[in-house]
C-alpha cells in the first residue's frame, strides 16, 4: 500500500500544471475548485494574499472531495 507521500506525489505528477488561485471573493472558493477538479486539475494552490483566503481553503478541503488544496504566497 502506497504511504499518503506515495499517493500525492503521484497525483501531482500526472497532472501538468498546479493552478494558482487568488479568491478575491469567498463565494467563488468553492465553485472554482470543483470546476478545476472536474477539467481534470484537481491539485491546487490557494495563494495567502487576501482575507479570506485561509477560509476559502477550509471550504475547499471540506466541500470539494475531489480537491488537492495547498496554502502558499511569496512575501518580500
Given at each position: 500500500?502506497?504511504?499518503k507521500?506515495?499517493?500525492?506525489?503521484?497525483?501531482?505528477?500526472?497532472?501538468?500544471?498546479?493552478?494558482?488561485?487568488?479568491?478575491?471573493?469567498?463565494?467563488?472558493?468553492?465553485?472554482?475548485?470543483?470546476?478545476?477538479a472536474?477539467?481534470?486539475?484537481?491539485?491546487?494552490?490557494?495563494?495567502?494574499?487576501?482575507?479570506?483566503?485561509?477560509?476559502?481553503?477550509?471550504?475547499?478541503?471540506?466541500?470539494v472531495?475531489?480537491?488537492?488544496?495547498g496554502?502558499?504566497?511569496?512575501?518580500?
Open positions: 500500500m502506497p504511504s507521500t506515495e499517493t500525492l506525489l503521484s497525483l501531482l505528477n500526472g497532472q501538468p500544471v498546479i493552478p494558482v488561485l487568488k479568491i478575491a471573493n469567498i463565494a467563488d472558493a468553492v465553485p472554482l475548485a470543483r470546476a478545476l472536474r477539467g481534470g486539475l484537481p491539485a491546487i494552490e490557494i495563494t495567502l494574499r487576501t482575507a479570506d483566503a485561509l477560509e476559502a481553503i477550509r471550504l475547499v478541503a471540506s466541500e472531495e475531489d480537491a488537492i488544496v496554502a502558499g504566497t511569496i512575501l518580500d
